[in-house]
């Protein structure tokens, strides 16, 4: 299934190995997917999955990440709509149009993270990491920004 979506050979080995019997999304439930995306190697092919409509995409709206290990995860598109995500690492992430309204990103380090599109509307970033982070075309509108 992987190779006829021209998958990557390693994100398809990774998947092999984690889902020896197939990606079985007929039980898909939060649970499960925030495993994919705490998992080291696998947060980075999330968004792919999802996109190419392999995974089915569980909002997380309300979820509480805080402190969540997000490095490098692809959680484009994710609905994180009032999320705590407090003190989340988020470096290099790639949000690009996420729904991060009203989520508490206090403290979060989004380094180089690529938030192109996403929505950041009354979302609270005081403290957090925004160096080398992409804000093009995000919506910010009434965002903390104190001391980002």
Not at 97 to 109: S, V
Not at 115 to 138: D, F, I, K, P, V
Request: aromatic share 8%; proline share 3%.
């Amino acid at each position: 299934m992987l190779r006829t979506r021209r998958a990557c050979q390693p994100g398809v080995d990774l998947f092999e190995r984690l889902f020896p019997n197939g990606l079985d999304t007929s039980n898909w439930t939060l649970t499960r997917q925030l495993g994919v995306l705490g998992h080291k190697e696998a947060r980075r092919y999330w968004g792919w999955l999802v996109g190419e409509g392999l995974l089915p995409a569980i909002s997380m709206a309300g979820a509480n990440l805080a402190g969540a290990d997000l490095y490098r995860a692809d959680i484009s598109r994710a609905d994180l709509y009032g999320a705590n995500l407090y003190g989340a690492n988020l470096t290099w992430a790639n949000p690009t149009w996420a729904n991060l309204t009203e989520a508490n990103l206090t403290g979060a380090d989004l380094y180089g993270a690529n938030l192109y599109g996403a929505n950041l509307t009354e979302a609270n970033l005081t403290e957090a990491n925004l160096n080398r982070a992409n804000l093009n075309r995000a919506n910010l509108t009434g965002a903390n920004l104190t001391g980002a």
